[in-house]
């Protein structure tokens, strides 16, 4: 059963040029291929999502009319830096490539021998679209995340160099400004009206190749996926591949209804299953950082999963609804408002909680240190309490300056694995290593590996592994991923 957080997490990327399933990357060096390709405070919308409810067209569509008329508003982004030195010790050996995770370290292990050393120029490719004549470009975060260059290419051909304004990893959308005026623009549209089955088009630069269309249905509404509990996914069966990241997702009056930005995949390739950041919440991300160049969410500070059949009947619920509470921080607005574990939160303000999945968008909508009332289902009887709510924080990276200390008595610099990161692996959760030392070193721990638990525990943030390994007294025991094997390495702490 799986369970969510209302609590916020962040990723920082282990490749200069960072991507999901949906965006491409090439590298200069030989034997690199493709890279695999949050509901936030509202402030004054950018453009107006647009009026026009009409229901769309039944049968065949023909989508020419918005290639023709909006395809101009779809860009093509390349992405250029620098890669990180990879002269890491312990350099883990070659695998074979019929091994399962050869390709996951193939991109994220140290010192292959393929891989770009340190100041080798890397590339990648993405798509964006236009939302502001004056040069305001929307694109997934992933596309730009470590970028020294952005290059914005139009349909007309004319190049232009971009700012990135700013990007929220969180929600996986980036803001990108250009020095220009006049330019083409989409038009808005309301995700909220769309409906299961309806057809949709994705315009984008799949594997480099700019503008290209492809069509198909909405598959799904309102998916959570591993790790990302802020955004309600858009799933649809529209063919999209790594460059079509960031690129537009179109109704059939021509309104953009959401941002394209992965697909569920064992290949690398589109497999049927493609997933878009609705639009209102890259319109949200996209306000908050042209408005004050950060995003703020609300925080709680629970940890909550669904409510079963075998749930409803252990707790005398009548009804198989809700957000059943599994923990709760002391120190926490959640904790101080006296939400227990065992709670089923039901209603947040005027909305209603049919499930799990509804309230941690709804929670990281809240602006910090307002109100809200909370109503939920203690022991058979309905209670409401008050809540003030709090702010997420960025999660620290052990290898920073914050992680020094822990970073000194363990000896590793680790960060979470992102969604494509535990696909590709295999896991739900852990942290990746990227730099060792000291005790970690002398353990035989190893850049690339997968940290799973400590002393026998599940680790999936960086503070959770400082607050275990701090508890712990002179040993400790790591349960490690490498290649296709699980291994406790014994570490002895500095």
Known sequence: MNRKSVIVRSTLSAAIVAASVGAYAHFDAPGIGQAQAGIFSPAAPV????????AAPAGIVDFSGIVERYGPAVVNISVSGQAQDDSLPNAMPQLDPNDPFYDFFRRFGPR??????????????????????????????????????????????????????????????????????????????????????????????????ENSASSGIISAKSRTLPQDNYVPFI??????????????????????????????????????????????????????????????????????????????????????????????????????????????IVRLGDKEINSSNDLPALVADLKPGSSVQLTLIRKGATKTLTVTVGEMKPEPIAGDEQGSAQKGRMGLAVRPLDRDERQQAGVSG???????????????IQAGDVVLSINGTPVNSVEQLRSLAAKSGKHVALLILRGSNRIFIPLSLG
């Open 430 to 444: 852990g942290l990746l290593v990227e730099n060792v030392a000291g005790p970690a070193a002398r353990a035989g």
């Open 112 to 209: 292959f021998p393929n891989l770009p050393r340190h100041g080798q120029v890397v590339r990648g490719e993405g798509s964006g679209f236009i939302v502001s004549s004056d040069g305001v470009i929307l694109t997934n975060a992933h596309v730009v995340d470590g970028a020294q260059e952005v290059t914005v290419k139009l349909t007309d051909r004319r190049e232009f160099k971009a700012k990135v304004v700013g990007k929220d990893r969180q929600s996986d959308i980036a803001v990108l400004k250009i020095d220009a005026k006049g330019l083409p623009v989409v038009t808005i549209g309301d995700p909220s009206r769309a409906k299961v089955g309806e057809p949709v088009l994705a315009i984008g630069s799949p594997y480099g190749f």
């Open 235 to 344: 799933q649809t069966d529209v063919a999209v591949n790594p460059g079509n990241s960031g690129g537009p997702l179109f109704n059939a009056r021509g309104e953009v209804i959401g941002v394209n930005s992965q697909i569920y995949s064992q290949t690398g390739g589109y497999q049927g299953l493609s997933f878009a950041i609705p639009i209102d919440v890259a319109t949200k991300v996209q306000n908050q950082l042209l408005l004050h160049g950060k995003v703020t969410r609300g925080r709680l500070g629970i940890m909550i999963q669904d409510v079963n059949q075998a749930l409803a009947d252990s707790f005398g619920l009548k009804q198989l609804k809700g957000a059943l509470v599994s923990s709760v921080d002391k120190d926490s607005p959640a904790g101080r408002a006296g939400i227990e574990p065992a709670d089923v």
């Open 47 to 54: 453009t107006a999502p647009a009026s026009n409810t009409a």
